[in-house]
T-cell receptor, first 114, second 115 residues
Framework: AQSVTQLDSQVPVFEEAPVELRCNYS??????LFWYVQYPNQGLQLLLK??????LVKGINGFEAEFNKSQTSFHLRKPSVHISDTAEYFC????????????FGTGTSLTVIP | DAGVIQSPRHEVTEMGQEVTLRCKPI?????LFWYRQTMMRGLELLIY????????DSGMPEDRFSAKMPNASFSTLKIQPSEPRDSAVYFC?????????????FGPGTRLTVL
């Protein structure tokens, strides 16, 4: 089975500063990669996904992520954060060899400080 | 589309009572997942169905938990009897099987409190 590691459980950052949320996964075989965001008292929403092609993926709300196969990483970045980006962020991996099952990381709580 | 619908949104019950959580997936989706989220354990997959058939229920914590999907548009997660440690937010998600790379769409969750 896959495993997903989100190295930082909490990330505080000042408004308009850049941020990077780190994600590593266990397998070097071809996988599909996702980032989800969860705002307080809401369900998870898809930010972006990598299936194939360009290793730099752009998502909603100005977020982007870069797939690095050699390092088995899929870090999420934003050049300038807003207060409204305060939320929980989850990295997930889907292994096409095991059907539709997703493997989620433990989440990173991003707090944007005014 | 209305998205994934879950009911109730909040449930408060007493220990020992039966609890039933409901989920209506997005129309046309044929894969459904039940997750549980707590501060201590994060997001855990409980069970998932493909074409109404349970595929993997290894995440179901114990026999007190059961899930059914009688048709493509409805699923239930039942806890009987409930215990305080079952308090959590329960999410339902759905997707359409298409090469295994489609994202999951999540419902708003049911916040369960067992007193």
């Amino acid at each position: 089975a896959q495993s997903v590691t989100q190295l930082d459980s909490q990330v505080p950052v000042f408004e308009e500063a850049p941020v990077e949320l780190r994600c590593n996964y266990s397998s070097s075989v071809s996988v599909y990669l996702f980032w989800y965001v969860q705002y307080p008292n809401q369900g998870l929403q898809l930010l972006l996904k990598y299936l194939s092609g360009s290793t730099l993926v752009k998502g909603i709300n100005g977020f982007e992520a870069e797939f690095n196969k050699s390092q088995t990483s899929f870090h999420l970045r934003k050049p300038s954060v807003h207060i409204s980006d305060t939320a929980e962020y989850f990295c997930a991996v889907s292994d096409p060899n095991t059907g539709n099952q997703f493997y989620f990381g433990t989440g990173t709580s991003l707090t944007v400080i005014p | 589309d209305a998205g994934v619908i879950q009911s109730p949104r909040h449930e408060v019950t007493e220990m020992g009572q039966e609890v039933t959580l409901r989920c209506k997936p997005i129309s046309g989706h044929n894969s459904l997942f039940w997750y549980r989220q707590t501060m201590m354990r994060g997001l855990e997959l409980l069970i998932y169905f493909n074409n109404n058939v349970p595929i993997d229920d290894s995440g179901m914590p114990e026999d007190r938990f059961s899930a059914k999907m009688p048709n493509a548009s409805f699923s239930t997660l039942k806890i009987q009897p409930s215990e305080p440690r079952d308090s959590a937010v329960y999410f339902c998600a759905s997707t359409k099987i298409a090469g295994g790379h489609n994202e999951q769409f999540f419902g708003p969750g049911t916040r369960l409190t067992v007193l």
